[in-house]
């Protein structure tokens, strides 16, 4: 049962990844009359989404009682403003993150967007390494290499590319690859931040994704 449960979580995973960018995707590149949304409101509606979910979450955690929800959460968040305060940093470079994917993918096929921001991973690794001590294994290693290597062919000039200019003449391809590239460092250090944070700390996952996002909102808006 756990086995089938892993595999479905890892199908819904891919499913959910992949239509977020073709969606993501379609959305900049349509060509309608009016203005085309502003990727900072995208980002709001998702976050306000975000902070809903996790306040369910820990509703269900406290026994669906209103009145332990309010005190679990003006004892974690309110009287606590300092482990608050940490996430300060990482919610303003998910932000910063969020924002730029949107600027990716409004200058770089889907494709090309989809294998250049695997690099966060490697960007993952280098700040797990740094921050957390981390120790990769030879095989580890040897996979960030293939990965590297892989998002290099994807970038290398072919003849397709005259067909893809001109598809995205619209936009820089220039601009769209420096913005994944910074949102992959960005990923990366903000994530490993923030699951050093976790490990240090008692309280629970949704309650510091609640911080996160509290955070998050302020500069979006």
């Not at 290398?156 to 910074?182: H, R």
């Not at 903000?190 to 998050?216: D, H, P």
């Amino acid at each position: 049962m756990s086995a089938n449960l892993k595999y479905l979580s890892l199908g819904i995973l891919v499913f959910q990844t992949t239509s977020l960018v073709l969606t993501m995707r379609y959305s900049r590149t349509l060509k309608e009359e009016g203005p085309r949304y502003l990727s900072s409101t995208a980002v709001v509606v998702a976050e306000l989404w975000k902070i809903m979910a996790c306040i369910l979450l820990v509703y269900k955690d406290s026994k669906c009682s209103l009145r332990a929800l309010n005190r679990i959460l003006h004892d974690e968040i309110l009287n606590k403003p300092m482990e608050t305060l940490k996430l300060a940093i990482p919610s303003g470079i998910y932000t910063l993150q969020n924002n730029l994917l949107y600027v990716a993918l409004s200058n770089l096929d889907a494709a090309t967007y989809q294998v250049t921001y695997q690099l966060k991973i490697l960007t993952t690794a280098l700040f797990s390494v740094s921050m957390l001590s981390k120790k990769l294994g030879v095989y580890q290693w040897l996979s960030l290499v293939i990965l590297m290597t892989g998002v290099a062919f994807v970038q290398w000039p072919s003849d397709s590319q005259e067909l893809n200019s001109k598809e995205l003449s619209a936009g820089s391809q220039f601009v769209g690859l420096m913005a994944v590239l910074t949102a992959c460092f960005s990923s990366g250090f903000a994530g490993v931040y923030f699951e050093k944070i976790l490990k240090e700390t008692k309280q629970s996952v949704w309650i510091r994704n609640i911080q996160l996002v509290s955070f998050s909102l302020e500069p979006s808006l």
